[in-house]
């Protein structure tokens, strides 16, 4: 039976589930696990799936979900916001990415 995933939270903890356990970020141009101490280059990396969530209409209230998984096999979550805490550098690095 399929369940509707209604926040990128419940998606996450369903991710986590499935071996996605790690989060990423992006800084100064590559992809960071802080958990593994390791950095990652746009090459090194494959894009599995991607979502957006939207709450209301606002445009604040947006977010992409990114699970990626690494060339070394590292799985993990990448979220993007919109509104005051958009990042620029995350599309940027995204754009850079294969999609799998």
């Known amino acids: ?28 141009r590559v992809l960071i696990c802080d958990e593994l101490s390791e950095i990652f280059y746009p090459f090194e990396i ?6 957006r969530f939207e709450r209301d209409c606002n445009p604040e209230n947006k977010s992409m979900m990114y699970v990626l998984r690494t060339h070394s ?20 690095f995204i754009k850079k990415i294969s999609i799998n």
């Open 46 to 51: 494959t894009i599995e799936n991607s979502e």
């Open 1 to 28: 039976m399929y369940k509707k995933i209604k926040s990128p939270f419940q998606r996450i903890r369903s991710l986590r589930q499935n071996q996605y356990i790690f989060d990423f970020h992006v800084k100064d």
């Open 73 to 92: 096999g590292i799985r993990g979550i990448l979220l993007e916001e919109f509104g005051k805490y958009y990042n620029p550098e995350i599309r940027e």
